[in-house]
């Protein structure tokens, strides 16, 4: 569901350096949230400052989020803490293979842009969905 953005409530957080978040709301930017920000029922928010701060310096007028089933205080900072603690970065390995893919996707090579020419071609000419 979006809500505005101005309704959201921060109060006292575990996190206290948010970081800079130039780069999440870049992110945020061109791909839009992929994630949506965790309230209570009464618009507290649980999970998701870095985002809500990054929508609010994009100017957005609302956000998507989850409201939370609970409203019990235990509850809630567990959910706090979890979002903040049950993720895992690439590693080395990981990060390096996905750069690759990446380059190689927005670098093509002769052959894959020729292959890439004749699939246009020909679902132009059949009247394909691409």
Do not use: C
Not at 68 to 88: G, H, K, V
């Amino acid at each position: 569901m979006r809500i505005p953005v101005n309704d959201i409530i921060v109060k006292k957080r575990v996190r206290k350096d948010v970081g800079d978040i130039s780069a999440l709301a870049e992110s945020m930017r061109r791909y839009g949230q992929i994630s949506p920000v965790l309230v209570g029922k009464n618009n507290v928010l649980i999970a998701g400052e870095r985002r809500l701060r990054a929508a609010r310096l994009l100017g957005w007028r609302t956000i998507n989020a989850v409201i939370a089933e609970t409203s019990l205080p235990l509850s809630l900072l567990e959910m706090e803490i979890e979002e903040n603690t049950q993720r895992r970065d690439f590693t080395d390995e990981e990060e390096a293979g996905a750069l690759r893919r990446l380059y190689r996707l927005r670098r093509p090579g002769f052959f894959r842009r020729l292959w890439n020419t004749v699939l246009v071609f020909f679902r132009r000419l059949f009247g394909t969905a691409a």
